[in-house]
Nanobody, 123 residues
Framework: VRLVASGGGLAQAAGSLRPPCAVSGRTFCSNGTGWFRQPLGKGREFVAGISWRGGVTGYADSVKGRFTISRDNAKNTVALEMNSLKPEDTAVYYC?????????????????WGQGTQVTVSS
């Protein structure tokens, strides 16, 4: 399974970005998917997750109401729509494929990871 995240970059506070994650491999359509982020000098944290059919989603409190995760199993993509961006959203963002049909809150619940895409929000 290979995941490739793109679409990061520089945004101003209150702006928007929508990085997609392209997934190839046999497990995508039967596994949950998540987005994590890692600010410089800090640990990796859960941002959002979505179940294998897309019916169940979850978000970290810090992004709830601002970020939306979605998936298109026909196109093998998962996207993270980020609105009302804040400087504290600055981090490397990673998409990951879970070990099970549900998404998980911890990094250990994910089996495959993309390479990460940098998101920088200026004030």
């Amino acid at each position: 399974v290979r995941l490739v995240a793109s679409g990061g970059g520089l945004a101003q506070a209150a702006g928007s970005l929508r990085p997609p994650c392209a997934v190839s491999g046999r497990t995508f359509c039967s596994n949950g998917t998540g987005w994590f982020r890692q600010p410089l000098g800090k640990g990796r944290e859960f941002v959002a997750g979505i179940s294998w059919r897309g019916g169940v989603t979850g978000y970290a409190d810090s992004v709830k109401g601002r970020f939306t995760i979605s998936r298109d199993n026909a196109k093998n993509t998962v996207a993270l729509e980020m609105n009302s961006l804040k400087p504290e959203d600055t981090a490397v963002y990673y998409c990951a494929a879970a070990k099970r049909p549900a998404y998980g809150l911890g990094a250990s619940e994910y089996e495959y990871w993309g390479q990460g895409t940098q998101v920088t929000v200026s004030s």
